[in-house]
């Protein structure tokens, strides 16, 4: 069953955040006594401010932001963005990273270009996207599906490359041909590596946003929420602002890897 076969990752997730949790818990009690509450911002000294906000802070302020409608629509307005830029650039990265493990030729063209953009940062593009699509959604979204499509591409091309020879040879020798041995040879034996790129590439994409969403900033935004509380500045706030944003990270993560054993449940797994 997927549902049993998903408990395990969902498990582990729910563990993660109730330590998170409890080590935070720690960390506010004790900062709230030690830390200072009067600070330096630029010219001037800013008093009572949170370093580590308790609970009590926090539950305050989600519940003002979500009565206030502002962190639902951040939620949506980031998730969109975050989703498109995920979508594109897996449709662009999975099948070029097939298609040069596939091809020597096309891997001789296009791996000098791949270890280029795979070692420059997405944010130092980030001017020159806002010049060739201006302040709207293209430079926000293009920037999160510049960041996945190389880490896709890359875990595409290395599970084709992993493929072992004699596999292909032996589908030849049959006579199948190259959708076939595409459909039922590269693609199921390649599926970890897409899936575990995916993964990799959608955490990513959460930390690009952040970044995106500063180009023409403009709430709702998760990106601009976090800047703004920044400027202030307003730790509960930040640490909320922060908190959903890795909620939503292991939400996708979980999301993924329940289509992953859904789409390979045909694959002999080890119990425990």
Same mark, same amino acid.
């Given at each position: 069953?997927?549902?049993?076969?998903?408990? #395990?990752? &969902?498990?582990?997730?729910?563990?993660?955040? &109730?330590?998170?949790?409890? +080590?935070?818990?720690? *960390? /506010?009690?004790?900062?709230?006594?030690?830390?200072?509450?009067?600070?330096?911002?630029?010219?001037?000294?800013? $008093?009572?401010? $949170?370093?580590?906000?308790?609970?009590?802070?926090?539950? $305050?302020?989600?519940?003002?932001? *979500?009565?206030?409608?502002? +962190?639902?629509? /951040?939620?949506?307005?980031?998730?969109?963005? &975050?989703?498109?830029?995920? +979508?594109?650039?897996? #449709?662009?990265? %999975?099948?070029?990273?097939?298609?040069?493990?596939?091809? #020597?030729?096309?891997?001789?063209?296009?791996?000098?270009?791949?270890?280029?953009?795979?070692?420059?940062?997405?944010?130092?593009?980030?001017?020159?996207?806002?010049?060739?699509?201006?302040?709207?959604?293209?430079?926000?979204?293009?920037?999160?599906?510049?960041?996945?499509?190389?880490?896709?591409?890359?875990?595409?091309?290395?599970?084709?490359?992993?493929?072992?020879?004699?596999?292909?040879?032996?589908?030849?020798?049959?006579?199948?041909?190259?959708?076939?041995?595409?459909?039922?040879?590269?693609?199921?034996?390649?599926?970890?590596?897409?899936?575990? /790129?995916?993964?990799?590439?959608?955490? %990513?994409?959460?930390?690009?946003?952040?970044?995106? $969403? %500063?180009?023409?900033?403009?709430?709702? /935004?998760?990106?601009?929420?976090?800047?703004?509380?920044?400027?202030?500045?307003?730790?509960?706030?930040?640490?909320?602002?922060? #908190?959903?944003?890795? *909620?939503?990270?292991?939400?996708?993560?979980?999301?993924? +890897? &329940?289509?992953?054993?859904?789409?390979?449940?045909?694959?002999?797994?080890?119990?425990?």
């Amino acid at each position: 069953m997927v549902t049993a076969a998903a408990s #395990a990752p &969902v498990r582990r997730a729910l563990v993660a955040l &109730v330590a998170l949790a409890l +080590l935070y818990g720690v *960390v /506010s009690e004790i900062g709230s006594r030690v830390l200072p509450r009067r600070i330096w911002m630029a010219t001037h000294y800013i $008093e009572d401010v $949170e370093l580590t906000p308790r609970y009590a802070s926090l539950a $305050e302020e989600a519940v003002f932001l *979500v009565r206030a409608g502002i +962190l639902q629509a /951040s939620v949506l307005v980031s998730s969109g963005r &975050v989703l498109a830029g995920v +979508l594109l650039g897996a #449709a662009v990265g %999975l099948p070029l990273g097939l298609a040069m493990g596939r091809a #020597a030729g096309l891997e001789s063209l296009l791996g000098p270009w791949v270890a280029f953009f795979r070692f420059t940062p997405a944010f130092a593009l980030l001017p020159l996207y806002v010049l060739w699509f201006g302040f709207g959604e293209g430079p926000r979204v293009g920037l999160i599906a510049t960041a996945v499509a190389i880490v896709t591409l890359h875990g595409a091309f290395e599970g084709a490359r992993r493929i072992p020879r004699v596999y292909l040879d032996a589908a030849a020798s049959l006579g199948a041909g190259r959708v076939l041995v595409l459909r039922r040879l590269v693609l199921p034996a390649a599926l970890p590596s897409l899936v575990s /790129s995916v993964r990799i590439a959608t955490a %990513l994409a959460w930390v690009t946003i952040v970044v995106a $969403e %500063l180009i023409k900033p403009a709430m709702p /935004s998760l990106g601009y929420l976090l800047a703004l509380a920044g400027a202030y500045p307003r730790v509960p706030t930040i640490v909320v602002a922060i #908190a959903t944003t890795g *909620v939503l990270v292991l939400v996708s993560d979980v999301a993924v +890897l &329940v289509a992953y054993r859904w789409a390979t449940r045909w694959m002999r797994r080890r119990v425990g």
